[in-house]
Antibody
Framework: QVQLVHSGAEVKEPGASVKVSCKASGYTFTSYAMHWVRQAPGQRLEWMGWINVGSGNTKYSQKFQGRVTITRDTSASTAYMELSSLRSEDTAVYYC???????????WGQGTLVTVSS | QSALTQPPSASGSPGQSVTISCTGTSSDVGGYNYVSWYQQHPGKAPKLMIFEISKRPSGVPDRFSGSKSGNTASLTVSGLQAEDEADYYCSSYADSNTVIFGGGTKLTVL
């Protein structure tokens, strides 16, 4: 069965960076794109970007351009999302989501809570 | 555009139908047939309910249906059940290989 398993919760100081991992299993990792979506406490879902897992090509939301980097390790079936220059507003649950079809997400990870606090 | 426009809340009694709207522009909802709907219960990851405007993934009850007219997509939940109470988000493909989500609608089953 398809599973996306996130790394554990993180607490970071303002200005630091965080790298969240998402390990995929149960399917051919390189056959599906992986997207990253975040959700601040009590707030809406917010799309951050995606990676073509096969080619490694990426596309980011303009909001996060320059601060976010999405990568993957095909040998480990793992996708990564790194966010830099963290501020308190970046406190959120960060989800990876598999693009099962055209621009929809059929499987989601359990999410990683990133807390930015001094 | 920062987010697609959804009503903050919707409600209905068990057995009734409720429709949630999702309004965008010609650069997202109106321009493509890639509107999806997600259900999210508190503390849980979202779950895909509708994709490509009106298609249901395997296992999603046919009480859930989707449609689109112009720049507005809609999710209809018929025969409301208590377990349908959740937050619902629409999303759409937008120009240049990006995605945009709606602001979310809290559905209450009275």
């Amino acid at each position: 069965q398809v599973q996306l398993v996130h790394s554990g919760a993180e607490v970071k100081e303002p200005g630091a960076s965080v790298k969240v991992s998402c390990k995929a299993s149960g399917y051919t990792f390189t056959s599906y794109a992986m997207h990253w979506v975040r959700q601040a406490p009590g707030q809406r879902l917010e799309w951050m970007g995606w990676i073509n897992v096969g080619s490694g090509n990426t596309k980011y939301s303009q909001k996060f351009q320059g601060r976010v980097t999405i990568t993957r390790d095909t040998s480990a079936s793992t996708a990564y999302m790194e966010l830099s220059s963290l501020r308190s507003e970046d406190t959120a649950v960060y989800y990876c989501a598999r693009a099962g079809g055209k621009w929809n997400y059929d499987y989601w990870g359990q999410g990683t809570l990133v807390t930015v606090s001094s | 555009q920062s987010a697609l426009t959804q009503p903050p809340s919707a409600s209905g009694s068990p057995g009734q139908s409720v429709t949630i709207s999702c309004t965008g522009t010609s650069s997202d909802v109106g321009g493509y047939n890639y509107v999806s709907w997600y259900q999210q219960h508190p503390g849980k990851a979202p779950k895909l309910m509708i994709f490509e405007i009106s298609k249901r993934p395997s296992g999603v009850p046919d009480r859930f249906s989707g449609s689109k007219s112009g720049n507005t997509a809609s999710l209809t939940v018929s025969g409301l059940q208590a377990e349908d109470e959740a937050d619902y988000y629409c999303s759409s493909y937008a120009d240049s290989n990006t995605v945009i989500f709606g602001g979310g609608t809290k559905l209450t089953v009275l």
